[in-house]
């Protein structure tokens, strides 16, 4: 992402999650940013290496975006 969005980094979802106690104190503004030709990008992030499981911070990422509309509006090209 740090190319889409011309090398600025992307703060992930599960960084802010953790600071601010829960994924429902999140506002899809803050971890939602386009990128290059209006591009959408988004970071989930994860436990670190040996720690947790990586599916897991994936699933609760896709679950916030689903639940705060990210998908609506978009043009899918197959």
Do not use: W
Request: net charge negative; glycine share 12%; charged share 25%.
């Amino acid at each position: 992402t740090r190319l889409m969005l011309h090398s600025k980094a992307q703060t992930t979802i599960l960084h802010l999650a953790a600071e601010r106690g829960a994924v429902e104190d999140l506002e899809l503004e803050e971890v939602l940013l386009t990128g290059y030709r209006g591009v959408k990008c988004v970071e989930s992030g994860g436990p670190e290496p040996g720690v947790g499981c990586a599916g897991r911070g994936i699933i609760t990422a896709i679950n916030f975006l689903e639940e705060e509309g990210a998908y609506e509006d978009l043009d899918f090209v197959s």
